[in-house]
């Protein structure tokens, strides 16, 4: 009822704003598809506790929300690495006329101060370090993360890209293959199920523009329902923590896979 109406209001000129948890949109998904996006209607969807949501339970770990929505046309998918990214994102939102979604995890941002927040642009990813040995692609609250491996990484003498997505849908393609054909090395960090999500559209862009001779590697939630439990812990359980992550990239290395 909830998207029917926010449909209704957009076809009378409204730009109505949709805030639910991410499993919510579970049971929504077929009027996101029938209501909102075939007549392409520019509904602002905000996708709360997207992601693992600790102590809310192992029904509403949001990580089913990336891959679901990447399979509906006409549709923008965001999400920002802290508080001031998901405000440009809104604004940014309001500038487009087709459907947006926006993604964002509970608990608030993280400790990290970036040094910079570039204006969004649609499709066009944000580079936040540069290296010419491996190139890390994050997007949402592991974009944090992606920095902070990339800073473990840099003992071990690995330098880093580090792009913040921004948008899976649509990707910036230009930037990511770019990186990628200097390092020929790739891996991808999110906090939603690796099918559908980023590192399957990053595995997606590498076929098409027949890049060859890449390694790659995905680090997100496999093909599972995750248990209840601490964020952290849950993370960790996962290999999702900076620690775990590094580690897994220097064991590939001295294995010559990365």
Same mark, same amino acid.
């Given at each position: 009822?909830?998207?029917?109406? +926010?449909?209704?209001?957009?076809?009378?000129?409204?730009?109505?704003?949709? $805030?639910?948890? $991410?499993?919510?949109?579970? /049971?929504?998904? !077929?009027?996101?598809?029938? !209501?909102?996006?075939?007549? &392409?209607?520019?509904?602002?969807?905000?996708?709360? /506790? *997207?992601?693992?949501?600790?102590?809310?339970?192992?029904?509403?770990?949001?990580?089913?929300?990336?891959?679901?929505? %990447?399979?509906?046309?006409?549709?923008?998918?965001?999400?920002? @690495?802290?508080?001031?990214?998901?405000?440009?994102?809104?604004?940014?939102?309001?500038?487009?006329?087709?459907?947006? =979604?926006?993604?964002?995890?509970?608990?608030?941002?993280?400790?990290?101060?970036?040094?910079?927040?570039?204006?969004? @642009?649609?499709?066009?990813?944000?580079?936040?370090?540069?290296? !010419?040995?491996?190139?890390?692609? *994050?997007?949402?609250?592991? =974009?944090?993360?992606?920095?902070?491996? %990339?800073?473990?990484?840099?003992?071990?003498?690995?330098?880093?890209?580090?792009? &913040?997505?921004?948008?899976?849908?649509?990707?910036? %393609?230009?930037?990511?293959?770019?990186?990628?054909?200097?390092?020929?090395?790739?891996?991808?960090?999110?906090?939603?199920?690796?099918? #559908? #999500?980023?590192?399957?559209?990053?595995?997606?862009?590498? &076929?098409?523009?027949?890049? %060859?001779?890449?390694?790659?590697? +995905?680090? #997100?939630?496999?093909?599972?329902?995750?248990?209840?439990?601490?964020?952290?812990?849950?993370?960790?359980?996962?290999?999702?923590?900076?620690? $775990?992550?590094?580690? $897994?990239?220097?064991?590939?290395?001295?294995?010559?896979?990365?």
């Amino acid at each position: 009822m909830l998207f029917g109406m +926010a449909a209704g209001m957009a076809k009378k000129g409204y730009k109505p704003v949709v $805030s639910i948890y $991410s499993s919510f949109y579970q /049971r929504a998904f !077929d009027q996101v598809i029938h !209501d909102i996006c075939i007549q &392409n209607l520019p509904v602002v969807m905000c996708v709360d /506790r *997207a992601g693992i949501v600790g102590n809310d339970g192992e029904t509403h770990q949001g990580i089913f929300d990336m891959a679901f929505f %990447s399979l509906i046309p006409n549709i923008t998918i965001m999400a920002p @690495k802290n508080f001031e990214e998901l405000e440009k994102m809104l604004e940014f939102a309001f500038t487009l006329k087709t459907p947006v =979604v926006i993604r964002y995890p509970r608990g608030g941002q993280g400790s990290y101060e970036f040094e910079k927040t570039e204006e969004i @642009k649609l499709g066009r990813a944000e580079i936040l370090e540069e290296g !010419d040995d491996l190139t890390i692609v *994050a997007i949402g609250k592991m =974009v944090e993360r992606a920095v902070e491996v %990339s800073e473990l990484l840099k003992q071990y003498d690995i330098k880093c890209d580090v792009i &913040n997505a921004r948008f899976l849908k649509p990707l910036d %393609s230009y930037t990511i293959e770019r990186s990628i054909r200097k390092t020929k090395n790739v891996i991808t960090i999110e906090d939603g199920i690796l099918h #559908g #999500g980023l590192g399957t559209s990053v595995l997606e862009l590498i &076929n098409e523009c027949k890049i %060859s001779g890449v390694r790659m590697k +995905a680090y #997100g939630y496999d093909d599972t329902f995750v248990q209840h439990g601490k964020v952290e812990e849950l993370e960790a359980l996962n290999g999702l923590d900076a620690k $775990s992550i590094a580690l $897994s990239i220097q064991i590939l290395q001295q294995m010559s896979e990365i």
